[in-house]
């Protein structure tokens, strides 16, 4: 029975909306910076890069309240 309500709950939170879930792609070209407004009140999460390696939180990615701003190189997409 307990194994049922966690598969249930499971497929519950696997069909809620994910309007809350905003994915970006942002880019920094030519060694520039890159600004890229995002809501960001859950967080920041790297989910797929584009650039080899170039993106590091803290370091060539950063987020603030406003968006996420990447420099150096850095380009991928962010949820």
Same mark, same amino acid.
């Given at each position: ?13 696997? &069909? ?11 880019? &920094?070209?030519? %060694? ?10 859950? %967080? ?8 080899? %390696?170039?993106?590091?939180? %803290? ?21």
């Amino acid at each position: 029975m307990q194994n049922f309500m966690v598969a249930t709950a499971a497929i519950l939170a696997l &069909s809620l909306p994910v309007a809350a879930q905003q994915t970006i792609t942002c880019s &920094s070209r030519n %060694g520039n910076t890159q600004f890229c407004p995002a809501d960001t009140s859950n %967080g920041v999460m790297l989910l797929q890069e584009h650039s080899n %390696g170039l993106c590091q939180q %803290g370091s060539t990615w950063r987020y603030t309240n406003q968006g996420i701003t990447v420099r150096s190189g850095c380009q991928a997409e962010f949820q």
